[in-house]
Antibody, heavy 119, light 108 residues
């Protein structure tokens, strides 16, 4: 059974870089699939950020592309998210998830981690 | 970008009743690439439906999806107490892959 777990700082200062990691268990990332990130601002809906495969091929939401980098570390069976130049608008619960085979919906998801941007 | 509009914003029903949730797209969704998720407070979204009408693994058959083009529906035939949650639709045919704003299913 595939399980995903996000980790990283819960508080980031404005203009700094948000960094999160998603550890995958129960499945080897190097076997395949894409692995993605979504976020949900408090009280709001969901936003797709982007996803990556084991070879490092990435797809990003155009609205975030200039500030986002997703990377993969198959040796640690994890993938990561970096968002640069953060503002209060980046405050959200960040989720990692596995993209379905050949389709861009996601299942399963990690439990999510709240990142607050504040000085 | 495809904008998904869900209605109603809140739906108040009683256990045992039938729930009908709507998701309307600003333009046609490619190949009915439309998914539905359920989210309970403090939990991650859970995939219910993909391809507009296919149930995900382990999802009870009281959940069904239908629709094509720009109009999609999630139906819960007989509400169980555990079904009261927020439901999101997502289109995954055209990047950026967008979500609706959600419908809250509340106990009446």
């Amino acid at each position: 059974q595939v399980q995903l777990q996000e980790s990283g700082p819960g508080l980031v200062k404005p203009s700094e870089t948000l960094s999160l990691t998603c550890a995958v268990s129960g499945y080897s990332i190097s076997r395949g699939y894409f692995w993605g990130w979504m976020r949900q601002p408090p009280g709001k809906g969901l936003e797709w950020i982007g996803h990556i495969d084991h070879s490092g091929n990435t797809y990003y939401n155009p609205s975030l592309k200039s500030r986002v980098t997703i990377s993969v570390d198959t040796s640690k069976n994890q993938f990561s998210l970096k968002v640069t130049s953060v503002t209060a608008a980046d405050t959200a619960v960040y989720y990692c998830a596995r993209r379905a085979y050949a389709h861009n919906y996601f299942d399963p998801w990690g439990q999510g981690t709240l990142v607050t941007v504040s000085s | 970008e495809i904008v998904l509009t869900q209605s109603p914003g809140t739906l108040s029903l009683s256990p045992g009743e039938r729930a009908t949730l709507s998701c309307r797209a600003s333009q046609s969704v490619t190949s009915s690439y439309l998914a539905w998720y359920q989210q309970k407070p403090g939990q991650a979204p859970r995939l219910l439906i993909y391809g507009a009408s296919s149930r995900a693994t382990g999802i009870p058959d009281r959940f069904s999806g239908s629709g094509s083009g720009t109009d999609f529906t999630l139906t819960i035939s007989r509400l169980e107490p555990e079904d009261f949650a927020v439901y999101y639709c997502q289109q995954y045919g055209s990047s950026p892959y967008s979500f609706g704003q959600g419908t809250k299913l509340a106990i009446k």
